[in-house]
Each structure stands twice: as C-alpha cells, then as structure tokens.
C-alpha cells in the first residue's frame, strides 16, 4: 500500500520523492516521518511485487529497499528495476541489519545503508546518490 503526504506532493520537485520498500510497516512509518522533516515526499510500499507499478505512478526520484522483504528480496527487487527498460537508470540505495553491501553493489545498487543508520547518514546517502544523477 502505498502512503504519501498530499499537503506537499504538489509542491516538491521531482528530486524530492522517494520510495520506500518494506515489509515493516513501523519501519516505513519512521523513515517516511522522519524523511518529510527534511523535505522529501515519501510513498511507501510493503509488497515488492506492485514495485513497478508504484514507480510508474509515484516517479520517484530514488527507491530505498531493505533487503529483507519476506518472500521476495530487495535484491530481487532491484534486478527487476534494472531490468526494466524504462527505470534501469533509478537510483535505489539497499539498507540491511546486516552488511551486505558487495551483494547489494553487484546487484547494481547505487549505494547501501547498515541499520541502524542515523538519519543524517541516510540523508547524506541520498543526497550523495542523488548529486550523482545530476552530474
């Protein structure tokens, strides 16, 4: 399902919006809060199966996906968006409990996040990839 704030999805630029896929409802919740306190627009998802429709309606600027999604993995996940030919070029940074940033890399990942993270690195994260797209 997917949640996005309405008072500023009019107002922010193509840059600010963000998908976060997770199967941890709390989890999404608190990024996405915490996410809107530094101006972005946040749609979140708990079923990676609905991934690409999501991003055809939402056109997010970035994806953050935890590596863990239950039946499906977010490296699963982010093979399909490299896959696609229309979104092989989004960024999606992974974030895990647990350090698997060479298989996230290898799976084409822009960049990786290990939980816990603080919010001024996830931040910094997404700028940083963000920064990258522009230049």
Do not use: W
């Amino acid at each position: 399902m997917t949640n996005r704030s309405d008072t500023t999805s009019n107002d922010c630029s193509d840059k600010d919006r963000l998908l976060i896929v997770d199967d941890d409802p709390m989890t999404c919740q608190l990024l996405t809060l915490q996410l809107e306190m530094e101006g972005y627009v946040c749609a979140t998802l708990s079923d990676p199966e609905r991934a690409l429709e999501v991003i055809s309606t939402e056109s997010p600027a970035l994806v953050l996906v935890d590596f863990y999604l239950g039946r499906q993995d977010g490296l699963d996940l982010l093979r399909t968006v490299r896959n696609h030919k229309d979104y092989r070029y989004l960024p999606v940074v992974v974030m895990s409990g647990m350090d698997h940033r060479q298989d996230s890399e290898l799976a084409g990942a822009n960049d990786f996040v290990l939980k816990p993270f603080s919010l001024q690195d996830l931040v910094a994260v997404i700028q940083g990839v963000l920064g990258q797209q522009e230049a």
